[in-house]
DNA sequence: CAAGTAGTTTAGAACGGTTTTAAAGTAAAA
DNA sequence: TTTTACTTTAAAACCGTTCTAAACTACTTG
């Protein structure tokens, strides 16, 4: 399925701008970004686009689970392109993160989820520091 | 061991502003709350305090170990007295959390730490939502 | 295809949490 | 007591993100 058919399935119009998105962050390869990465990447490509541009379709996206927005206490929104259950290890000198895929980690036993509430996911992080 | 020998310990002058952040933090109840609520909190026990001094003051602590910093996606900084390893039920409308004690969750099988790093910490989230 | 309409993009302003600044104040050391 | 280093403060600055409202564009309907 190519960029333009995800959007449409996803419900969103398939904008110049979207797409340019969609082809930076769509081709199969996972990675994590903030709005800024993409925008000076954009940039780099010869195209230009406003930042509130990028956030509406980051938010877009997200919520139609194109991509995920990850778990963290960095000051700057971090996404991800690894829709996938998955987990990370957390560099805690860079705020660099790296994934761990779903398998790498069993979790064999887990607490009584609340009353009236629904498991929606569970994520591990391994927080690192460099060694002694 | 009373507050002003815990921040003598931590190597922290123990100063009237600190005492009534410590008084309020580490009396034993574990509870996660945000620079505002903390703010909120001592304006209404009848003390005041500049903002950045409670933001120095949480920076502080974190960084002598009397409190963590949360791993969370939110806007705010979420800091937590409970300094033991464990983890946290998120419920993902409200952003509220919920403390999951080390022992309620089994983690069997874990990944290799990549080349030059060490372990700190192993954080588990459960996203929650309403159940349907 | 034309006209209408609903959704999208934009620059710039606004926002909100956090950090910095620089001056005044305080704790500890000498 | 005097000195020194650290701390607090209000206000300004900062920075990532969201809002505003006007211009624009994709899609729908005739």
Redesign the pocket.
């Known amino acids: 399925m190519n960029n333009k058919e995800k959007l449409r399935n996803a419900g ?7 797409m340019i998105i969609a082809n930076i962050l769509l081709n199969g390869v996972n990675r994590h970004f ?3 990465n993409l925008q000076n990447e954009i940039n780099s490509s010869g195209n ?6 990028i ?3 980051l ?1 877009k996206f997200r919520n139609c689970g194109l991509i995920k927005q990850v778990e963290s206490s960095k ?3 971090i996404f991800d392109t690894n829709i996938d259950q998955h987990h990370h290890f957390l560099d805690e000198e860079t705020g660099e993160l790296i994934d761990i895929e779903n398998e790498e980690i069993n979790l064999f036993k887990l607490p009584e989820i609340p009353r009236g509430y629904m498991n929606s996911g569970v994520e591990v992080l391994i927080k690192l520091k460099k060694q002694t």
């Open positions: 969103l119009r398939p904008t110049k701008q979207r903030t709005a800024e230009s686009m406003s930042i509130a541009t956030y509406n379709c938010k000051e700057t929104a």
